[in-house]
């Protein structure tokens, strides 16, 4: 069991996992109508099976690295899906599966079965997969004339990030 000092540590680790997947359902909710079906470039992957494929992706992880938390795998990876509140809850349970997953192999002191030398890496991989795909998204929707403006785009994305009340400090 971490000491108090690890275990702040931990919790501000923790916030930083829900902050990127509150941003990245903050993305799938204001992207513009019709951008679902958008792709950057010919055979490129749509908006939509970019936001399944972050959720399989996390899925894939979890089931190989901590099968002991792993949930059923979607049966396609770039699934077309245009619901965005089925979307969203399924980000939403990928993410809290994730975040079960590396708090309990953080506090046991247990590795993860298969990649990373630290449960934490598995969760900053996923971090940082999220926001690739959060820019290519970002970059399709601009491409086909759909950009999201500042003003809808920053409340949901760089002040999640910066916002100091959100761990009470």
């Known amino acids: 069991m971490p000491d108090a000092t690890e275990k702040r540590t ?3 680790l923790m916030d930083s996992w829900d902050r990127n997947n ?4 903050g993305l799938l909710r204001v992207v513009p109508e019709g951008g679902m079906a958008v792709r ?7 908006v939509g099976q970019m936001f399944n494929h972050i959720h399989y992706v996390r899925l894939v992880f979890l089931s190989e690295d901590a099968p002991e938390f792993a949930l059923e795998l979607p049966t396609e990876e770039w699934a077309t899906e245009q619901d965005r509140e089925r979307l969203a809850a399924m980000l ?6 994730v975040a079960k997953a590396v708090r309990s192999k953080v506090e046991a002191g247990t ?5 990373y030398d630290h449960p934490i890496l598995m969760m900053q991989h996923m971090i940082w997969h999220d926001g690739y ?3 290519q998204i970002k970059l399709a929707l601009k491409l086909a004339g759909l950009l999201i403006s500042d003003d809808a785009a920053g409340p ?6 910066m916002d100091k ?4 400090q």
Do not use: F, R, Y
């Open 133 to 135: 795909h959060h820019g």
């Open 22 to 25: 509150a941003i990245l359902v």
């Open 92 to 97: 939403n349970q990928s993410a809290a599966a």
């Open 40 to 46: 950057a470039g010919d055979g490129s992957p749509t």
């Open 10 to 12: 931990l919790d501000v």
């Open 111 to 115: 590795e993860m079965k298969v990649h």
């Open 165 to 168: 009340s959100a761990t009470g």
């Open 156 to 161: 949901v994305t760089w002040d999640v990030w």
